[in-house]
């Protein structure tokens, strides 16, 4: 498909820049597919469209801070850096701004060396791999000097980071969230429990294809980067069952 089908006129002024101070009070479009009608709402009025024997599916995977800013030893250049999938032993894939001088052997030192960081291999579109050393606990340490990763049309960093998680975040693990879940409040989701839905989580970390604009033409020849998903196999048993007994 050809990119310019996307286009629209998005006023910037209506892009929200911070969260209701109740989550599901946030307006919601309900588009009725076979009348061609839609309808303004609010979110919480999402419990009217589900009914008994319904599945609701979430991802619990909690967002770290994961940008990050280190100066680059013998130089002190500043360099901007995003965790996005943690590799085993220390080692992260990363994104790096100024990633031409981000070399094999090149030593970044994050905030009064929290944490430091050898590049050991080096890949395209910015990538890079890095090993942290650090003492204690490493998501503690990154607690202490990483920020939230918002989206760039998001001009304000947030003053609470679980303004930027799901109710239901549990998984460490994501370098984006997965707004689409943010409105839901732990009231609502009772609510639609005791109408009957049964809700299933199951874990989608969400990484670089976030953050990575589509620059193709067509959009065949955009390379899609995979993300870490896991799902337990009571989820699974609880989906296949609602699809084979044809539930929403």
């Known amino acids: 498909m050809d990119i310019n089908l996307f286009d629209y006129y998005l006023p910037e002024e209506l892009i929200a820049q911070f969260p209701c101070k109740k989550r599901d009070e946030c307006r919601m479009m309900a588009i009725n597919k076979d009348e061609k009608s839609f309808e303004d709402k609010h979110f919480f009025d ?5 009914k008994k024997g319904d599945v609701l599916v979430r991802n619990n995977t909690k967002v770290i801070p994961a940008r990050l800013f280190a100066t680059k030893e013998g130089t002190g250049a500043k360099v901007e850096v995003l965790l996005l999938k943690d590799l085993g032993d220390d080692v992260y894939e990363c994104l790096c701004g100024n990633a031409k001088t981000i070399k094999c052997g090149t030593v970044l030192h994050f905030k009064n060396d929290i944490l430091i960081a050898d590049c050991i291999k080096v890949l395209d579109e910015g990538i890079r791999h890095l090993h942290f050393k650090y003492k204690g606990i490493f998501l503690e340490e990154l607690d202490k000097i990483g920020l939230m990763p918002l989206p760039p049309y998001i001009h304000k960093q947030v003053d609470d980071n679980n303004d930027y998680q799901t ?16 409105h839901f409040t732990d009231e609502l989701l009772k609510k639609i429990e005791e109408i009957g839905v049964e809700i299933v989580d199951i874990t989608l970390n969400v990484g670089l294809g976030t953050f990575r604009p589509v620059k ?17 196999s009571d989820a699974a048993k609880i989906l296949n069952k609602a699809k084979k007994e044809n539930r929403g």
């Open 46 to 50: 999402i419990q009217n469209y589900f």
């Open 167 to 182: 109710v239901y975040a549990k998984v460490s693990g994501s370098a984006a969230a997965p707004t689409a879940g943010f």
């Open 216 to 232: 193709v033409q067509d959009t065949k020849d955009h390379v899609m980067h995979s993300e870490y998903f896991e799902m337990s």
